[in-house]
């Protein structure tokens, strides 16, 4: 079937991504910090799908882990075929005046640098195939700002931007380029956000059902089964009762 890139495999979309892509028979190379986690998923997705897993355990943020991790892989893991930028968090929800700098640094760091450490890496092996597919998951975030999203929205306005780019400079190469954005989605990315408080956590998702990470991923699939010269460039998902990210009709 092919091989899948996807960053930030340890929980979340990345890991329901990881488990979609491996169902349909495909080879995956999972990433994280949490090298438990990536471990029990690598056993896992050999064990249910038979299929062959690299779990590469590094931080985004870290262009020399990334060099030394990720840029050695085996010549026969080079032939990634999608490459899903998905490792990413939200640190915090403040106004810009009370903004925790380390926050930021982190969100920025990741969202946006780690992204590009490890699109710069790939596309080259994607170049010299003259094929390929990069998903970044953005968000309702980078479309809309809301309240205290400030340096969040700003990363992922960020991540929106760069996948213009990228589009317009891997075109000669046939390498598709796609941003998904996803709404609320239940994941561990609130408790991320709120640093271990589950009760804040769990607050913003009662009064409508969110998505979940499967949703994601199944959308994420979809964009990469269509055929050679079709290509979803950009796609807003959001639950029933979300309109934006400003917006939720809770009930
Ligand atoms: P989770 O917190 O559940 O998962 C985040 C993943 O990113 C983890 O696997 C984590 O792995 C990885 N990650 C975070 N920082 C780093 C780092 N420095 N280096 C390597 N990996 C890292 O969140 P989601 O699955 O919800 O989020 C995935 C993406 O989707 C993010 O980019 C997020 O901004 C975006 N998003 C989320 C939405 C939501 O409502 N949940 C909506 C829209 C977009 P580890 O900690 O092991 O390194
Ligand atoms: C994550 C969704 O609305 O918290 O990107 O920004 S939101």
Redesign the pocket.
Known sequence: MGIVLI?????????ACATTYAGKGFDVII????KE??DALQTRLTQEFGINVLALN????KEDEVKAVLGTIPEEWRKIDVLVN?????AGLSTIDEGNTDDWDAMI???VK?LLYVSRTVIPWMRSRTMGHIIN?????AKLVYAKGNVYCAT?AAVDAISQGMRIDLLPYRIKVTAI????????????RFKGDEDKAKDVYKGFI??T?QDVADVVYYCTSLPPHVCINDLVMTPLQQANAYYIDKK
């Open positions: 960053t930030g495999a340890t929980a979340g979309f990345g890991e990433t994280g910090r949490r986690r990536l590094f931080d985004v943020r998905n490792a990413g968090l939200a760091d990741t969202n780690g998951i953005g968000s309702t975030a992922k954005h996803p709404g609320a989605a239940e994941t561990e990315f609130s408790l991320v969110p998505l990470a």
